[in-house]
């Protein structure tokens, strides 16, 4: 059963943009704490934002002043606003959310930042 619903990657040029969507399934009861990973080839899983249910953000360095992440506590969705990409930022971006009784995980969405 899909708990996390990711979408919004893709092709994307050096300076473009894009937004990544994650949905919630209702059994994911009271999301508190959602984040966005992001996993480049032959590199380990990396923490890029995250944001508390009250709204209080938290960014990896290297994407501080060029992602936004956000939530919409009525429809379950946390998403990725990404600007500013450079070829580095090439990953699979997974979407994560945590209850008071589970952690989940997407199943990850491809953005490739190329020339």
């Known amino acids: 059963q899909v708990q996390l619903v990711e979408s919004g990657g893709g092709l994307v040029q050096p300076g473009g943009s894009l937004r990544l969507s994650c949905a919630a399934s209702r059994i994911v009861v009271r999301p508190n704490d959602m984040a966005w990973y992001r996993q480049a080839p032959g590199k380990q899983r990396e923490l890029v934002a995250t944001?508390?249910?009250?709204?209080?953000?938290n960014y990896a360095d290297s994407v501080k002043g060029r992602f936004t992440i956000s939530r919409d506590n009525a429809k379950n969705s946390v998403y990725l606003q990404m600007n500013s990409l450079t070829l580095e930022d090439t990953a699979v971006y997974y979407c994560n959310v945590k209850t008071y009784v589970a952690t989940y995980w997407g199943q990850g969405t491809q953005v490739t930042v190329t020339s």
């Open positions: 944001i508390t249910r009250g709204g209080s953000t």
